[in-house]
């Protein structure tokens, strides 16, 4: 086989990087223009189509998963712990990542270098499924942030809102989506140590 004819999985095959949790590669998989939702399909490691962005909401930053995380028995633990409720599960995947940064990306299944700043506890049906918001390193305008509470409200409320409505179906009462908490740099170190041991707990990947 000659060198380098083949690519790492994204998911498997990639690092989450020697300064990790203070700086994280994020593998891209979806930007703000993209109009279907792209994922990482988790047997082959292409992306694939996950469906059409049927509504009008968009994801308002890159987005994506940090590499050799797992969200299961370590991030439902801490759900529970932080929320007080009982028989939470983690959902399965990795840990999702937003990251922002001035600018333009035109396209995912790229990787880079992200500063996480905070994250929301969020719960779907019963499964954590925390979001991790960074920076990019660097960014003229968001690469001094430290911490998620250096936002300012309004765009604090923009993330919140594409969270708590890209998966509402238009009439329907309910919502399957709940942001439990807000929580800020120390705690996404915390949620992102604690999906790497779900990572390893799992794949018996060494640390």
């Not at 939702?37 to 987005?63: C, F, H, M, N």
């Given at each position: ?40 399909d ?46 939470v ?23 880079i270098?992200?500063?996480p ?11 954590a ?73 799992n ?5």
């Amino acid at each position: 086989m000659r060198p380098f004819a083949y690519k790492n999985h994204p998911w498997h095959g990639i690092s989450a990087g020697e300064s990790c949790p203070e700086t994280v590669t994020a593998f891209i998989e979806i930007v703000p223009t993209d109009t279907v939702k792209y994922e990482v399909d988790k047997a082959s490691g292409w992306l694939k189509v996950d469906r059409p962005q049927i509504y009008s909401v968009t994801v308002p930053a890159l987005y994506g998963f940090v590499p050799q995380t797992y969200c299961d028995k370590q991030i439902a633990e801490l759900c529970m712990q932080k929320t007080g409720y009982a028989n939470v599960k983690g959902d399965g995947d990795p840990l999702d990542i937003l990251v922002l940064c001035e600018k333009h990306i035109a396209t995912g299944g790229i990787l880079i270098q992200a500063i996480p700043i905070g994250g929301f506890l969020m719960i779907d049906k019963h499964e954590a499924d925390d979001k991790i918001i960074a920076v990019m390193k660097d960014d003229a305008v968001y690469g001094h942030l430290t911490d998620l509470n250096q936002l300012s409200k309004k765009q604090l409320n923009k993330l919140r809102h594409y969270f708590l409505t890209y998966k509402s179906m238009p009439g329907s009462a309910t919502n399957p989506v709940e942001i439990a908490a807000t929580y800020g740099r120390i705690e996404a170190h915390q949620v992102i140590r604690s999906s790497m041991t779900d990572y390893q707990n799992n794949f018996n990947a060494t640390p």
